[in-house]
């Protein structure tokens, strides 16, 4: 009886202690947009000034000569249904303050969005999906001569996403370096040579993401992701 009674227990600590460690792995893994109010809207706004709040976007061709477009500001919409999301889309986007060595650029999203997955996210291993409407794409032109246009496509690796402040002042910093982007060039670059095949990167733009209730108030509310 006591023997029994003893492999019941050893029994028992083992169920206890792989319970901990499901629980544990399930929250580890769990990687997911939140918001503390459903339906939730989400606007973004640059982090900052620093360097890494610029959005960069380098155009290399197959002589590795590259021609670089910067944006100061980022913004864009979303709105989360539930209060736990594994994918959010950002639309209304715009790229505002741009310039290459070209001189003024222009970023026409032609409809497009972002579709932001949240796996991985906390080693910058999440993905990022454009999404455009039929027959149309991304234009990016620098001085009305060169445009670089970026169709639908994805999903793409390179989107990080850290959790600042606490309780209800909580929001999100999404981070992007985003290699093997497709694209094709058009028109007069200067001296970048239009010689195919190209190859982009989103290098850097830091961005924060808040959220409010989506009512007439539009009341601040904490998002995080975990």
């Known amino acids: 009886m006591i023997r029994n009674l003893k492999v019941l227990c050893l029994a028992a ?9 499901n629980v544990g792995s399930a929250h580890a893994a769990e990687e997911l947009f939140h918001c503390e109010v459903q339906p939730c809207r989400l606007t973004t706004t640059t982090d900052g000034t620093e360097e890494t709040a610029h959005h960069v976007f380098v155009v290399k061709n197959a002589n590795k000569e590259s021609i670089s477009f910067t944006c100061d500001d980022l913004t864009g919409e979303a709105t989360a249904e539930g209060k ?12 505002d303050h741009c310039t290459t060595v070209l001189g003024t650029t222009t970023v026409d999203m032609n409809g497009c969005d972002y579709r932001f997955n949240s796996k991985g996210g906390g080693t910058d291993a999440a993905t990022v999906t454009i999404n455009c409407p039929e027959g149309k794409k991304i234009e ?26 606490a309780g209800g002042a909580r929001e999100v910093t999404v981070t992007a370096k985003v290699p093997g982007i497709a694209v094709t060039v058009t028109g007069s670059c200067g001296t970048f040579k239009l010689t195919p095949p190209y190859t982009a990167e989103y290098t850097t733009g830091n961005t924060i993401v ?9 009341e601040m509310v904490a998002c995080w992701w975990e």
Not at 145 to 160: A, F, R
Not at 210 to 218: G, L, R, S
């Open 13 to 21: 600590m083992a169920l206890g202690v792989f319970g901990v460690i």
């Open 84 to 95: 736990t999301e594994e994918d959010i889309t950002l639309t209304n986007i715009a790229y």
């Open 140 to 165: 990016v032109t620098a001085s009305a001569t060169c445009t670089v246009n970026v169709g639908p496509q994805g999903p793409l690796k390179g989107i990080g996403y850290h959790t600042l402040g």
């Open 210 to 218: 808040t959220a409010e209730k989506d009512n007439a108030n539009k």
